[in-house]
């Protein structure tokens, strides 16, 4: 199967190493993988903020880039959920790009539900000592219906305790530019949530998607709290046992 | 304009809500408790998602024959002996109430919960015209002897405190009452027993019409509705005219997802169903019955994207659950509806000019959406108000600028690597620890409370340049 990786334009400039871990652990499952170099954004900023000719531009590209690819996995929760649920209805009334968008549509996944699709029968020979507590993403959990896979492939890391976030369905704060948009509201609900996640005892904030991570991150790190903050790939390639 | 409830600028609003401890605190506990309810009744139901297909199925169905069910609505109210009139503007429902009014020759009115009459200031008219209103729902009586709007469109006084009350109460009373719980509830109670007696005309909301049968159903649980619509001589209940229902029994599932999704409870504790006014037989009740079914903008949503919003049935579901409504209150959004529902309604009602920040205060969670009894994709609906924000160049010069650079950037790979790296190297010159602390432009609001990385200096397409892609070679 040759899959394509839609790396994100927030993971290709900022982590770099997100990407470069779904590589390796795909790579060690066996899968084919190439990065079309076509790919820019999602289009999600332009698209969440009411610009919808510049989202469809962007998603042009994007739809284009991927097109002979039978499977793209994206380290984004909210980035799968924006094509698969916007991309199709971005184009309605658009015969021919509508059929394109849904095509793409029904190959992009997000990575841990692609591991789990492909490899769910499969123990992964991975360690990590320490004690995680797992964000969900609000697209991920909600508009992907995605809960579980993450914490399937999480739960198998052998030496890793991970603990339920309290009040986890609610979100982060990020949203997009709400987090700058809405600057003081956004940093009150990081804060309920470092909270929470500060009281589980974590070492890991585990998550999918890089921008709530990116938030709560900053938040983590302004607030000088011990805590690391990861993304399901980099946790399954830094404990890969080879 | 009638909804705006505050002078504030939005900003402002926020700003005052979020310095305001206690509120947020008893917002946050509120909210706990409420939509902690929810779950439980929601799984006590077993397939909960079947439910709200359900209602979402009743609403769709009478909203889309609306017409038709008005129609079936006014004939019945009028075969029970009841008046009923249309109100298409707010300016509309206060001529009818204050002819009512002229015509009785009142002095004094109680009233009973009705949102649809804070969206038209109602009591402001009243008490402008020399009409002594008095509400009867605890809550509402609160936040009227604060001279204040609702917080919430269930619980109206969820920010204030039980000193706050008893301040209010004592100034009322004209003598110090304790803050204590049951001191004050027996004072309202007392006055407001008082006032029922007095009242020449009780002015109730309705949750529902029932078109089969010309019902008007109202929910409640300290009873105030019926005490409302039962002594004094005349009754007006004003409805916002999408609230019906065709039948019975379809009626029996929408209190159902009602009751559940506001407060968690089975069923309130009062359920009043009045079809009609006084009948010869009857022990009590109101000589006269009108119904003033209110358009205020809502026949503007038929037929467009915004269809569904009409299904709403004022549960506050939405408004439980949303993390924004959590950090800042009601208030905030400055319209009478608040929450995401509000985010939603009043720039439909009102129109986007002066409501531009309403749907961008939301992070487009979905919480709302996954909550909604009737399943209004309410953040979908944000989404579409800020398309029509752009559409109308509600938003400021500088953020199309930079979304004309966006679009132009998305389609031109090598455009978007070069924007990367160049600005890469300019924040990797001032950042400490690959961090920067303090921004400028865009970025000061996020750097002024959250960290915020510099672009790695492999970016992971020079990677796969470089190294990534050879593996597969
Ligand atoms: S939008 Fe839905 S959840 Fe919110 S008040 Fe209306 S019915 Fe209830």
């Given at each position: 199967m040759r899959v394509g990786l839609f790396i994100t334009c927030l993971s290709d400039v900022f982590y770099p190493e997100v990407g470069t871990s779904m590589v390796r652990v795909l790579r060690r499952l066996g899968a084919e993988i190439d990065f079309p170099e076509g790919q820019t954004c999602c289009g999600q900023p332009a698209f969440n903020s009411g610009y919808q000719q510049e989202a469809k531009r962007a998603a042009r590209q994007m739809i284009q880039t991927f097109e002979g690819f039978e499977a793209v996995v994206t380290p984004s929760g909210s980035c799968a959920a924006m094509v698969r649920h916007y991309y199709p209805a971005l184009f309605s009334g658009e015969a021919e790009w509508e059929r394109r968008a849904e095509q793409f549509a029904s190959r992009c996944f997000e990575f841990s539900e692609f591991m789990v699709k492909n490899w769910g029968d499969r123990h992964l020979p991975v360690k990590m000592d320490g004690t995680a507590t797992y964000h969900h993403s609000c697209h991920m959990y909600r508009m992907l219906d995605l809960s579980d896979p993450p914490i399937r492939l999480l739960s198998q890391v052998e030496g890793l305790t991970l603990k339920e976030l309290p009040y986890h369905q609610d979100c982060c704060g990020f949203g997009g530019t709400f987090a700058v948009k809405m600057a003081d509201i956004s940093t009150a609900m990081a804060d309920e949530k470092v909270d929470h996640v500060c009281s589980t005892g974590a070492d890991y904030l585990i998550g999918s998607d890089m921008s709530c991570l990116m938030h709560l991150g900053g938040r983590i790190r302004r607030k000088g709290h011990p805590v690391e903050v990861l993304h399901v790939a980099q946790v399954l390639d830094r404990g890969w046992m080879s | 304009m009638s909804l705006g409830a505050s002078t504030l600028p939005f900003t402002k609003r926020v700003e005052q809500a979020m310095e305001d401890d206690f509120l947020r605190q008893a917002v946050r506990r509120t909210q706990d408790k409420l939509r902690g309810g929810k779950e439980r009744a929601a799984s006590d139901m077993g397939d909960w998602e079947a439910w709200r297909k359900r209602a979402e199925a009743i609403r769709q169905h009478t909203i889309q024959h609306l017409d038709t069910y008005l129609d079936q609505f006014t004939t019945q109210v009028e075969e029970a002996g009841g008046v009923v009139h249309f109100a298409d503007t707010s300016q509309d429902v206060i001529d009818v109430v204050t002819d009512i009014i002229r015509a009785k020759k009142a002095r004094s009115v109680v009233k009973s919960k009705s949102m649809v009459s804070e969206e038209v200031d109602l009591n402001r008219v009243l008490e402008d015209a020399g009409v002594e209103v008095v509400e009867s729902d605890l809550g509402e009586y609160i936040v009227q002897l604060a001279k204040e709007a609702p917080s919430h469109i269930i619980i109206p006084a969820i920010h204030k405190n039980r000193d706050q009350v008893a301040e209010l109460f004592s100034k009322e009373a004209g003598e110090k009452l304790p803050p204590e719980t049951h001191i004050l509830t027996r004072f309202a109670r007392e006055r407001m027993r008082q006032k029922f007696l007095e009242a020449d005309i009780g002015i109730t909301g309705c949750n529902f019409g029932v078109a089969e049968s010309g019902a008007l159903v109202l929910v409640s649980n300290e009873g105030n509705a019926r005490l409302t619509t039962t002594l004094p001589r005349t009754h007006i209940a004003v409805m916002g005219m999408?609230?019906?229902?065709?039948r019975w029994t379809d009626l029996d599932i929408l209190l159902t997802m009602l009751t559940r999704s506001a407060t968690g409870q089975a069923i309130t504790s009062y359920v009043t169903a009045i079809t009609g006014p006084r009948r010869q037989e009857d022990g009590d009740g109101p000589e006269e019955l009108h119904v003033v079914i209110v358009d205020n903008g809502r026949?503007?949503?038929?037929?467009?994207?915004?269809?569904?919003?009409?299904?709403?049935?004022?549960?506050g579901a939405c408004i439980n659950v949303c993390p924004v409504y959590r950090q800042i209150g009601g208030h905030a959004y400055g319209g009478v509806y608040p929450g995401p529902i509000g985010a939603v309604l009043t720039p439909l009602l009102e129109g986007l000019d002066g409501w531009q920040e309403l749907p961008y205060a939301s992070s487009l969670c979905g919480a709302c959406t996954e909550a909604c009894p009737v399943r209004i994709p309410l953040h979908d609906h944000l989404l579409d108000l800020r398309r029509d924000e752009v559409a109308q160049k509600e938003t400021s010069w500088a953020e199309r600028l930079a979304f004309k650079g966006f679009g132009l950037v998305a389609e031109r790979p090598g455009l978007f690597e070069a924007g990367a790296r160049s600005g890469g190297w300019l924040a990797r010159q001032v950042a400490e620890d690959g961090y920067l602390q303090t921004g400028w432009g865009p970025l000061k609001p996020w750097t002024d409370t959250r960290d915020f990385p510099a672009p790695a200096r492999q970016s992971f397409r020079q990677w796969w340049r470089e190294e990534g892609g050879k593996a597969d070679e």
């Open positions: - | 999408e609230r019906l229902a065709p026949s503007s949503m038929l037929g467009t994207d915004y269809q569904s919003v009409l299904n709403c049935i004022r549960c």
